[in-house]
């Protein structure tokens, strides 16, 4: 049941490059949007979030951008490493609040391959 | 955050047969939610479970399918019922904790067979 990837776009990049994972949100109204590494075998991790009332967030080596006039998010990853190689998620949450809360739907996912 | 235990992290089981996936966190939350990953695709989300009332289920799935108990603010199991072969996935359960930052367990990966 591993087999996470055979559909999915992807993205090789060489050690040490910047990486920028991009995804498409289907809901104008989601104002939260989450990002999750998922390395083969193991569930979602969280990596980094943003709330729609900001367009850029950054944590350790990673930032995420929103632009809610397209709907789309990305997730750039600098000075990419090959322990950052997995599938890349990003998910939304529609709006926040009331039945929706704390519900995610996820994006189609990027697998990440970083080479040495 | 929040440590998400699920047992069994992997089986495989015969068709027909049913199979129970415990969902245990190390903190009470408030909300809790089962999802599953069908072999390379996306994560789906399955049904909220709800603490001490029915779950509340998305279009696509059932009760009859997939019945859900949620004994209190640590503890959830999802039954996967009268399993096909279609029914290979991993089974994740997920949290809103503290924060409202949403986490995953580590996923019960089942093949039937």
């Known amino acids: 049941g591993e087999s996470v990837g055979l559909h999915l776009p992807t993205l090789s990049v060489q050690e040490g490059d910047n990486s920028i994972i991009n995804c498409a949100y289907s809901?104008?109204?989601?104002?939260?949007f989450i990002w999750y590494k998922q390395e083969s075998g193991k569930g979602p991790q969280f990596i980094i979030d943003?709330?729609?009332?900001?367009d850029k967030r950054q944590g350790q080596r990673v930032t995420v951008l929103l632009n809610k006039t397209v709907k789309h998010l990305s997730l750039q990853i600098a000075a990419t490493q090959p322990g950052d190689s997995a599938v890349y998620f990003c998910?939304?949450?529609?709006?926040?609040?009331?039945?929706?809360?704390?519900?995610?739907?996820f994006g189609q996912g990027t697998i990440l391959t970083v080479h040495p | 955050s929040a440590v998400i235990s699920q047992k069994p992290s992997r089986d495989i089981c015969q068709r027909g047969t049913s199979l129970t996936i415990q969902c245990q966190v190390d903190?009470?939350?408030?909300?809790m939610f089962w999802y599953r990953q069908q072999p390379g695709q996306s994560l789906t989300l399955i049904a909220t479970?709800?603490?001490?009332?029915?779950?509340?289920?998305e279009s696509g799935f059932v009760i009859d399918k997939f019945p859900i108990s949620r004994p209190n603010l640590t503890f959830s199991t999802l039954t996967v019922s009268n399993m096909s072969p279609e029914d290979s996935s991993i089974y994740l359960c997920?949290?809103?904790?503290?924060?409202?930052?949403?986490?995953f367990g580590e996923g019960s990966w089942l093949t039937v067979v």
């Open positions: 997920s949290v809103l904790a503290g924060g409202n930052t949403i986490y």
């Open positions: 809901n104008s109204a989601s104002d939260y």
């Open positions: 943003i709330r729609s009332n900001m």
């Open positions: 998910a939304e949450e529609s709006p926040a609040g009331g039945t929706s809360y704390g519900k995610l739907t």
């Open positions: 903190s009470q939350v408030t909300m």
């Open positions: 479970a709800n603490q001490g009332s029915e779950a509340t289920y």
